[in-house]
């Protein structure tokens, strides 16, 4: 959403830069590393650290600084109001009493998707597959079909690196994951065309991942579906005949909710 210059709060959007500069890579920062990957001087990421500890948001130990059990108020207040999780859950519990694989439904948010509602068994859930997890898009199932709904020029947009010529770089996270932009953004295509995503070991080793989109009465989608499952479970003949339908049924019923 764009806003007029006069209606935008920079302290406020330095603060949120401060507390989005926390993640599973690093729980602890000081203020020299806050002002490198916030983007500001040491002296205003200081001023933030402090305030944010004032405040309840961030625990300190005086050196460095990590997040608090208060940011959970966040997350608590959207899902308990937002209307995409509610609407999803029923039919996510649905799916995971046909077996032991596990279900989510995602939504992109910039580089990440995030995970908001998701149900199954443990047993095949993945380090970091919880809810609110925020996974790198170009190496989930649920990204690519996600990346794959945008208009070409909205797609190109996202692999453009801000600042820099040609395309972004794309993280390696694991021996499997495509990171030369042409074969990604050809694999993009391919998902556009067949309208699921099969992506194995991408993002962590030992997870294996089918999504679908979500799409709304007006054919626009909103959020992505994915079963995380065994190797064999996604061979051509049981994926065709099995899980794949499963996850198209259960888009078709989601459709009129969302």
């Excluded at 032991?100 to 992109?108: A, C, I, R, W």
């Excluded at 996600?146 to 996202?158: I, P, Q, T, V």
């Amino acid at each position: 959403m764009a806003i007029a210059k006069t209606d935008f709060i920079e302290g406020m959007a330095k603060g949120m830069a401060i507390l989005e500069s926390f993640d599973t890579e690093r729980q602890r920062l000081n203020a020299t590393l806050a002002a490198q990957r916030a983007g500001m001087t040491r002296a205003a990421a200081r001023r933030h650290l402090l305030t944010l500890a004032h405040l309840g948001y961030l625990e300190t130990d005086a050196g460095y600084f990590w997040l608090s059990a208060k940011v959970l108020r966040f997350s608590g207040s959207y899902l308990a109001s937002a209307r995409l999780p509610r609407v999803v859950q029923p039919t996510l519990s649905r799916l995971a009493m046909h077996g032991t694989e596990s279900f989510s439904v995602v939504v992109l948010d910039g580089e990440q998707v995030v995970i908001v509602a998701r149900s199954g068994s443990t047993r095949v859930l993945a380090y970091g597959l919880h809810l609110g997890a925020r996974l790198p898009a170009h190496a989930t199932s649920t990204g690519r079909v996600l990346l794959a709904a945008k208009r070409k020029s909205d797609f190109n947009a996202w692999m453009k690196e801000e600042g820099r010529p040609g395309d972004r770089e794309l993280p390696r996270l694991t021996s499997h994951t495509v990171v030369d932009p042409k074969r990604f953004r050809a694999m993009i295509e391919q998902v556009r065309a067949d309208d699921y995503c099969v992506a194995s070991e991408e993002h962590e080793l030992g997870v294996h991942a089918l999504a679908v989109p979500l799409r709304n009465v007006q054919g626009r989608t909103v959020a992505a579906l994915n079963v995380v499952t065994s190797p064999q479970r996604l061979q051509a003949d049981v994926l065709q005949r099995d899980l794949l339908p499963l996850l198209l049924d259960a888009a078709r019923e989601l459709r009129p909710l969302l």
